[in-house]
């Protein structure tokens, strides 16, 4: 029952952007965008979030259409670490309630 | 800070046999979740602990699962008894609280397999 939709996989060369996409059609004025990764045999890690401006980080930056109903995060130099399940989560801004689909597995070749 | 520790980090048991999962999260952060992640799926919230209270528990499977968290410090996951479908990884996770603006941090997991 994720509110979000994204591409099953994906690939990218290494040094290039990754630029991996999220449709939340569906989301509401109180909800937060969330992304998290997932490396092999690790637990989910926090990368970036954000409600209606652009973010960035260290790890990546975040791209909000205006109307909310998509996302883009940008990885701006892959590197072969970087291959991982990433996960774009739709959260009410007033508790953790984080509902996770299946992700978008990212592969960044040599 | 020391992150979110989960043990044993690998289990294999037969079906309708019993286990548990313990969690410590990191220090001082109020809320706990279990999560379990079958093979090629996201993880899917089980229970939801605010200090040792539970917040939502509408996924958990309750005539076989069941968890607690009696000092608001770590939490055990127990199955009993467990059946094939079982097999996954369950996730543990804290944070400082409810509406903790950086999310949730998380273990690595426990990854059980039911034979």
């Known amino acids: 029952d994720a509110k979000t939709t994204q591409p099953t996989s994906m690939d990218c060369a290494e040094g290039r952007a990754a630029n991996l996409p999220c449709n939340h059609s569906t989301i509401s004025g109180n909800e937060y965008v969330y992304w998290y990764r997932q490396i092999h045999s690790q637990g989910p890690q926090y990368i970036i979030h954000g409600l209606k401006n652009n973010e960035t980080n260290e790890m990546a930056s975040l791209i909000i259409t205006e109307d909310r109903k998509s996302s883009t995060l940008i990885l701006p130099h892959a590197t072969l670490r970087d291959t991982a399940v990433y996960y774009c989560i739709v959260r009410p801004r007033n508790n953790n309630d984080m509902r996770f689909g299946a992700g978008t597995r990212l592969t960044v070749k040599p | 800070e020391a992150g979110v520790a989960q043990s044993p980090r690998y289990k294999i048991i037969e079906k309708r046999q019993s286990v548990a999962f313990w969690c410590n999260p990191i220090?001082?952060?109020?809320?706990l979740y279990w999560y379990q992640q079958i093979l090629g799926q996201g993880p899917k919230l089980l229970i939801q602990f605010q200090n040792n209270g539970v917040v939502d528990d509408s996924q958990l499977p309750k005539d076989r699962f069941s968890a607690e968290r009696l000092k608001g410090v770590d939490s055990t996951l127990k199955i009993q008894p467990a059946k094939l479908e079982d097999s996954a990884v369950y996730l543990c996770?804290?944070?400082?609280?409810?509406?903790?603006?950086?999310?949730?941090?998380f273990g690595s997991g426990t990854r059980l397999t039911v034979v």
């Open positions: 996770a804290s944070s400082p609280d409810q509406d903790s603006y950086y999310g949730y941090t």
């Open positions: 220090s001082g952060h109020a809320t």
